[in-house]
């Protein structure tokens, strides 16, 4: 578990599932560092073992990674309206000001409304990979997707500040 998770890169969290009471005993036992054990974010009880377990374990899972998935958008969205609020100069939204931070090389991250068209998101993919910018789709769910919407549909945190 150590050589293959511990220096694994962008390990987001560890689902441990398994039939019987074996999974928390390994769990609670020697065999995971604790900073294995704090990556766990869910153990679910499993009915199969092999390949048929491996899918019962993503179907019982989807809660957990859905929820997973918002959190990091929330987090990142938050990053966005803190240095909005704290060094605007760091920080761009809407299609315009974005792509032309963009094709200065400046944007680090780019914040992108699932309610934008596709075509206009396919544009972003493409210049951003120009640049090894990444590209980060938010959803609607949550409040901070609903203002990232609101704002123009697409932001992103820069690599530098531009005046």
């Known amino acids: 578990m150590k050589q293959q ?4 890169e962008g390990l987001k969290g560890i689902i441990v ?19 294995l054990k704090k990556k766990i974010i869910a153990i679910k009880d499993l009915s199969y073992t092999g390949d048929f377990g491996l899918e019962e374990l993503l179907e019982k899972s989807d809660d957990v990674l859905a929820s997973e998935a918002v959190s990091g958008e929330k987090k990142i969205m938050n ?20 792509m032309s ?11 992108v409304s699932e309610a934008m068209d596709e075509k206009t998101i ?3 993919e493409t210049e951003a990979k120009n640049y090894g910018t990444e590209v980060v789709i938010i959803s609607t769910e949550t409040r901070e997707g609903v203002q ?12 530098y500040e531009v005046h």
């Open 5 to 8: 998770f511990l220096t694994y």
């Open 17 to 35: 599932g398994g039939p019987g009471p074996t999974k928390y005993d390994w769990v609670d036992g020697d065999f995971l560092t604790n900073e």
């Open 79 to 98: 990053t966005f309206f803190d240095r909005l609020a704290k060094s605007p100069l760091g920080v761009a939204y809407g299609k315009d000001d974005v």
């Open 101 to 111: 931070k963009l094709k200065m090389g400046a944007v680090d991250k780019i914040l």
């Open 122 to 124: 396919e544009e972003f």
């Open 148 to 159: 990232l919407k609101e704002i123009g549909r697409v932001a992103a945190l820069l690599r």
